[in-house]
């Protein structure tokens, strides 16, 4: 496994995830400066298929983006996030909560091209992502927050006076 920042690469051919592995990945994205960590089961950004186990701490901003032309979801393992979609110009037109019970919705699927953020809820939450290949990058909206302490914290609010 080789480790780049908070990154993690599985090289072997049969891969698993244990709970000692979750709480490592917990550990990473705590230390490191963005808050999250990720374990890549795909070997390398060129394949079809880009399957991850991701750790979010609270902390973490995940900038509102989109995938044109891919399809990704999530399970969850642990924890409780929130997704909220946008329109155009940024107004929010659906969130989904998602969390790590059976009994609640804990899988989603995303296969159109819209702005989304994921919020973690929950002091960790941990899912397996799948996405399709190769990695391109993501494209992120004019209207998103500066990047600065104050307006991540408002555009966060905002989204969760929604929910409530």
């Known amino acids: 496994m080789l480790e780049t920042d908070s990154v993690l690469l599985v090289r072997q051919p ?3 995830v244990s709970k000692e592995r979750v709480d490592q990945l917990k550990q990473q994205a705590f230390l490191a400066p963005l808050k999250r960590a990720r ?3 795909h070997h390398s950004h060129e394949k079809a ?6 750790a979010f701490h609270k902390d973490s901003y995940i900038r509102p983006h989109r995938h044109p032309n891919k399809t ?4 969850m ?12 110009t940024g107004e929010v037109f659906q969130t989904l909560l998602l969390e790590a019970d059976v009994r609640k919705n804990f899988l989603y699927r ?6 989304h953020s994921v919020l973690c809820l929950t002091e960790f939450s941990v899912f397996h992502e799948v996405a399709e290949g190769p990695f391109a990058g993501s494209e992120y909206p004019l209207w998103e927050p500066q990047n600065t302490g104050e307006s991540i914290a408002q555009f966060r609010h905002k989204i969760l006076e929604i929910v409530q």
């Open 14 to 16: 049969i891969a698993t």
């Open 39 to 41: 374990l890549c089961l």
């Open 49 to 54: 298929v880009q399957e991850m186990v991701i």
């Open 72 to 75: 990704e979801s999530f399970h």
């Open 77 to 88: 393992i642990e924890g409780k996030v929130l997704i909220a979609f946008f329109g155009e």
């Open 110 to 115: 995303l296969s159109s091209p819209y702005w």
